[in-house]
């Protein structure tokens, strides 16, 4: 078959018609049990970040411009817990899925991790039960802490090497605390601490540093006459190069004609010398 335009792209199209067709069967076969096992995650989860219960009422909230869901846990028709589901997309590889349980005073009793992505390791470790993280937060009142890890003057222990992700659970916990809060009627108190407040101090030493730079760049500038008057020499040198350059060429000359009048050789013609007179043999 000849190769033509209109062939090489109908079979790319083939080929991408049945890539889409392959991956889209993937997706249907997948999709149900994927979202079978959120479910269960999500049942296992409310059962350890909350005491025990005989049913829960689920609120759909949005807080900081992310979704939040608020499971209210009861018994007997009594009130016992607040489970809610947060999220973060500070994570270093992006999103982190939190299931944070309250009292109905407001204390975190539990918290569990329900999707993560981190560095294999390092953000990891927030997973397991009784990390820094954790442990910083369990039998607390989000109200009476600062909401920061300890290396931007907050209350809560940073995993080691990973205070991305540290800064990423913070957030999520930070966020369920508020959707907490406008759930159970309860004032939000937060004190949140975040790197950027240092890092805009920084900038704000940085800017003041440039400003003290050019303030003694200014204070130089009177003195700065014996440098240009140095570059100036500089940019003369090169022209006091060039004459004397000029010159030893016209030595040269003068003495290979002397040379040649001196050995016999009648044929080498006199160069004009710089008081443009001739040597005549």
């Not at 991305?164 to 939000?188: F, L, P």
């Amino acid at each position: 078959m000849k190769s033509t335009l209109f062939n090489m792209v109908m079979v790319l199209f083939v080929i991408t018609l049945l890539a889409s067709a392959g991956v889209g069967a993937v997706h249907m076969i997948t999709e149900e049990p994927i979202a079978e096992a959120r479910v269960k995650a999500t049942r296992e989860a409310l059962k350890q970040v909350l005491p025990e219960f005989d049913e829960t009422e689920d609120t759909a909230l949005t807080v900081e411009n992310l979704p939040v869901t608020v499971h209210t846990a009861s018994e007997g028709g009594r009130v016992v817990g607040y489970a809610v589901e947060s999220m973060t997309k500070n994570g270093f590889s992006g999103v982190i899925r939190l299931m944070v349980g309250f009292a109905p005073d407001g204390q975190i009793l539990n918290i569990r991790v329900l999707e993560q992505a981190e560095t294999p390791g390092l953000g990891t470790k927030m997973v397991g039960a009784g990390n820094p993280l954790e442990k910083s937060f369990v039998g607390r009142n989000p109200a009476q802490m600062k909401l920061g890890v300890k290396k931007d003057g907050g209350d809560v222990d940073a995993l080691t090497a990973a205070t991305i992700s540290s800064r990423a659970y913070v957030d999520a916990v930070s966020r369920a605390y508020k959707a907490y809060c406008e759930k159970a009627g309860v004032e939000a108190a937060v004190n949140t601490v975040s790197g950027a407040s240092n890092t805009q101090n920084a900038s704000a030493d940085g800017t003041s540093g440039a400003s003290a730079t050019r303030d003694a760049g200014a204070d130089g500038a009177s003195g700065a006459s014996p440098v240009l008057r140095t570059i100036k020499k500089r940019k003369r040198k090169p022209r006091r190069v060039r004459r004397l350059l000029g010159r030893m060429q016209r030595l040269g000359r003068e003495l290979r004609v002397k040379s040649g009048i001196e050995s016999g050789d009648w044929s080498v013609k006199a160069v004009p010398t710089a008081s443009s007179e001739e040597v005549r043999p």
